[in-house]
Structure formats: C-alpha cells, structure tokens
C-alpha cells in the first residue's frame, strides 16, 4: 500500500473567481464580475471588490443571461451608491 500522499493525485483548489472565469470561458456568455479582490462586508452582505451577496456569487454559475444581467445591474446600483456616500 502507497503512503498517503505519496504518488497519490491532489487537485487544486480554485477560488471563486477562477472558477466563474474559466466556467464563463468554457460555456461562454456574460463575464463574471470578479475583480479578484473578496472582502466581505458581512454586515451588508456584499463583497466590496465586485458588489454582490454571497447569494449572487454563488448562484453565477448556475445562472442564466438574464439573471447575470440582473446580477449586473444590482452590483453597479451598489458601487454607485457606495461610491455616493464616501464622495
């Protein structure tokens, strides 16, 4: 019997963001708003680097074009008004 780890086959563990880069890239379709930078303000629910819930970022995937477009358009309402109240 192999030691464990030893010529044994590990995979990498992806990030969300690299996830719905490459599930985009393969399926095609509307980009994820991703920026690669996941801080969560918890109080608010909403990631301060792309502006969606944790609902949001794990329903992309699995989400059709118009729910992406939705997505999109909720996280633009919210940097703009985040970007509103720190002028």
């Known amino acids: 019997m192999a030691e464990a780890g030893k010529g044994s086959r590990h995979r990498p563990v ?3 963001a690299t996830f719905d880069k490459s599930w985009d890239r393969i399926f095609g379709g509307t980009s994820s708003p991703c ?3 996941c801080d969560m303000d ?8 792309c502006y969606r819930t944790m609902d949001e970022i794990s329903a992309w995937g699995f989400s059709n074009e118009d ?3 939705r997505i999109l358009k909720n996280t ?6 985040a ?5």
Request: hydrophobic residues 25%; glycine residues 4%; neutral net charge.
């Open 14 to 16: 992806l990030d969300q």
């Open 35 to 37: 920026v690669d930078v």
């Open 42 to 49: 918890y109080a608010a629910n909403i990631c301060r680097g």
């Open 67 to 69: 729910e992406k477009q």
């Open 76 to 81: 633009e309402e919210r940097k703009q008004h």
């Open 83 to 87: 970007k509103s109240n720190h002028a």
